[in-house]
């Protein structure tokens, strides 16, 4: 839940790429950096500091993707699959 807090937050993402985070984001709307890695982080987030051109493409994406996740567009997803299923 967290994660679609931060995609529509319009902040820069740093997150740790591991299979969990990677079912619902990619580098599109993220910045990723290796698990238990000081050193990728540090990395990273020295990228989202200080190259605006890169984060920009990557808000833009993150934004989309969190509308398309919002409750109302998984409640509507929801209400047609019981549609679909029980006719």
């Given at each position: 839940m967290k994660l679609f807090e931060y995609l529509a937050a319009g902040r820069p993402i740093v997150a740790s790429k591991t299979p969990a985070i990677c079912q619902i984001v990619s580098e599109k709307e993220?910045?990723?950096?290796?698990?238990?890695?000081?050193?990728?982080?540090?990395?990273?987030?020295?990228?989202?500091?200080?190259?605006?051109?890169?984060?920009?493409?990557?808000?833009?994406a993150a934004k989309c993707l969190a509308d398309a996740s919002s409750w109302r567009i998984r409640a509507e997803r929801i209400v047609r699959f019981i549609k679909e299923t029980t006719t």
């Open positions: 993220v910045l990723w950096y290796a698990p238990d890695n000081a050193h990728s982080l540090a990395k990273s987030v020295q990228l989202a500091v200080t190259t605006p051109t890169v984060v920009n493409s990557r808000l833009e």
